[in-house]
C-alpha cells in the first residue's frame, strides 16, 4: 500500500474569505502488474536462435514495423480467468469456459522492441502477424524452441491450443522478457522517389513524390555482371517502393 496525503490550502468562497485549511492521509492500494516483451529480427544466415536472446551479434538485424498481438484467456464477463478450474484443459474447455480475446497490440520500434504491460494475473499467448514481415521467406526462431532453427514455427509466443498450464500464465505480476521471433527474408530495398525541392537530401514538407518510377536492383560496381539479380516484383504506392524478391539471370538487367 501507498499512504497518499491531500491536502486543501486557504480554500475560499465567493466573497474571497478562507473557509478551509486541512489535509487528509488516505491509503491506496497499488496493483502489480506484469509485462510480456522481446523483439522480432532478421535471421540473416537462417540459422536459427543463437545463444540466450536468439540474435546472433554482428550478423542479425532487428525489424521494425512488425505487428505482434496479445491475447488473453477472459470469462463470460471480460474479466481474466485467473485462477483456473483446470489448467490441464484449455482456455475454451470446460470447466474453464473461457474465451481467447485479442488484448493489446504492439508494433516493433526502431530497434525490433515491442512490450505489453500492466497485464493483470492470467493467461496470455502472443502473435505475430506474419504479413507485416516485409520479404519472409520463412520463420527462423522462434520463442517456445530456443537454442536450435525452429521445426514447429508458428509465429506465435505459446498457443492457443494449449492447455493453461503451458501459455503465458501471470500469476505474481511476473514479467516475461527475450519473447524474441527470428524470421529468414528475402533482401529488401525499399524508399522513396521523390523531387527535392531545395536539394538539401532531406524529405522536407515541400518535396514532392514521383509516381509511376520504375525502381530495379543491379549488381553494384560492375560492368559486366554474368551472373546477377534483377528485380522479380516491384510494389509501389505514389512515390513509394518496395522489391522484396529476386531470380537469378544470365545476363545484366
Keep these: 500500500q501507498v499512504v497518499t496525503t491531500v491536502k486543501v490550502e486557504s480554500a475560499k468562497n465567493c466573497e474571497g474569505k478562507t473557509v478551509l485549511t486541512a489535509s487528509d492521509n488516505e491509503a ?17 544466415d537462417n540459422d536459427g536462435w543463437q545463444g540466450t536472446t536468439g540474435v546472433e551479434s554482428g550478423t542479425d538485424y532487428y525489424l521494425p514495423g512488425v505487428e505482434i498481438k496479445l491475447y488473453g484467456c477472459l470469462s463470460s464477463n471480460g474479466m481474466p480467468i485467473y485462477p483456473a478450474s483446470n489448467t490441464s484443459k484449455g482456455c475454451t474447455d470446460a470447466p474453464n469456459n473461457g474465451a481467447w480475446t485479442a488484448l493489446q497490440t504492439d508494433t516493433t520500434d526502431s530497434n525490433g ?3 505489453f504491460e500492466g497485464l493483470e494475473n492470467g493467461y496470455y499467448y502472443a502473435a505475430v502477424t506474419g504479413s507485416t514481415v516485409t520479404g519472409m521467406i520463412s520463420q527462423s526462431a522462434d520463442p517456445d524452441q530456443t537454442g536450435v532453427k525452429c521445426t ?5 509466443w505459446k498457443n492457443a491450443t494449449d492447455r493453461l498450464s503451458r501459455v503465458g500464465i501471470v500469476g505474481a505480476a511476473n514479467d ?6 527470428g524470421y529468414y ?13 531545395n536539394a538539401n537530401g532531406i524529405i522536407d ?25 534483377i528485380r522479380c516484383g516491384l510494389r509501389h504506392s505514389g512515390s513509394h517502393y518496395l522489391i522484396a524478391k529476386w531470380r537469378r539471370m544470365d545476363s545484366n538487367p
Design 176 to 181: 516475461f522478457f527475450q519473447v524474441n521471433f
Design 185 to 197: 527474408l528475402d533482401e529488401v530495398i525499399s524508399g522513396k522517389v521523390y523531387n527535392d525541392v
Design 28 to 44: 491506496i492500494t497499488v496493483l502489480d502488474r506484469g509485462s510480456i516483451s522481446g523483439v522480432v529480427y532478421g535471421d540473416k
Design 152 to 156: 514447429t514455427c508458428n509465429d506465435s
Design 113 to 115: 522492441f515491442y512490450r
Design 205 to 229: 514538407e515541400s518535396d514532392l513524390p514521383i509516381p509511376g518510377v520504375t525502381v530495379k536492383r543491379v549488381s553494384g560496381g560492375c560492368t559486366s555482371c554474368p551472373t546477377t539479380f
